[in-house]
T-cell receptor, first 117, second 113 residues
Framework: GAVVSQHPSRVICKSGTSVKIECRSLDFQATTMFWYRQFPKQSLMLMATSNEGSKATYEQGVEKDKFLINHASLTLSTLTVTSAHPEDSSFYIC?????????????FGAGSRLTVL | GENVEQHPSTLSVQEGDSAVIKCTYS??????FPWYKQELGKGPQLIID?????GEKKDQRIAVTLNKTAKHFSLHITETQPEDSAVYFCAASWLTNAGKSTFGDGTTLTVKP
């Protein structure tokens, strides 16, 4: 079945630094990937839609300069949290779906837990 | 926009019993309703989904029912096992844009051995 790899699974950084999280579709091509944020015991909040070869589409209230998204290839999207602060600490999850048949089926990465000190 | 409500927020059952989780949605244009299981520290995994042209779908111990008129859908797990313990999320979206799903708030299911 479809596999989405997310890396790193955990990252701790100092306040003011930037952190990059990678999301890769291992066995299919994904023209669109999605980035979510999840707080403890809460639901997934869609942050942005990552489009291969073009700019990401951000949800209302999400700072695009804070959360930089790059979708350079059909199998890789990256989320960079710039100048991270403690309030950016969260669980970040990506998802992807293949083009064509099965495009409605989302496969999620295992998530990345970011802790900003 | 779409609004999805999920109940209950927590559910505890004895091993072997059934578990039912219910969701309602507001947008009658939604036509795709997946259910995800999320284990601690992991990303969600699709366990079953249903499209609006179907009223019920079953996969072994898991079944989902959909009432389009009432705009609600439910997840049924029979013969529960301890490994079913997890957080379950329902979602609603358009079939052509599942990535823009609206998720319910989740149900923490605990199956006691």
């Amino acid at each position: 079945g479809a596999v989405v790899s997310q890396h790193p699974s955990r990252v701790i950084c100092k306040s003011g630094t930037s952190v990059k999280i990678e999301c890769r579709s291992l066995d299919f091509q994904a023209t669109t990937m999605f980035w979510y944020r999840q707080f403890p015991k809460q639901s997934l909040m869609l942050m942005a839609t990552s489009n291969e070869g073009s700019k990401a589409t951000y949800e209302q209230g999400v700072e695009k300069d804070k959360f930089l998204i790059n979708h350079a290839s059909l199998t890789l999207s990256t989320l960079t949290v710039t100048s991270a602060h403690p309030e950016d600490s969260s669980f970040y999850i990506c998802s992807a779906s293949p083009a064509g048949p099965g495009a409605n089926v989302l496969t999620f990465g295992a998530g990345s837990r970011l802790t900003v000190l | 926009g779409e609004n999805v409500e999920q109940h209950p927020s927590t559910l505890s059952v004895q091993e072997g019993d059934s578990a039912v989780i219910k969701c309602t949605y507001s947008d009658s244009a939604s036509n795709y309703f997946p259910w995800y299981k999320q284990e601690l520290g992991k990303g969600p995994q699709l366990i079953i989904d249903i499209r609006s042209n179907v009223g019920e779908k079953k996969d072994q111990r898991i079944a989902v029912t959909l009432n389009k008129t009432a705009k609600h859908f439910s997840l049924h797990i029979t013969e529960t096992q301890p490994e079913d313990s997890a957080v379950y999320f329902c979602a609603a979206s358009w079939l052509t844009n599942a990535g823009k799903s609206t998720f319910g708030d989740g149900t923490t299911l605990t199956v006691k051995p």
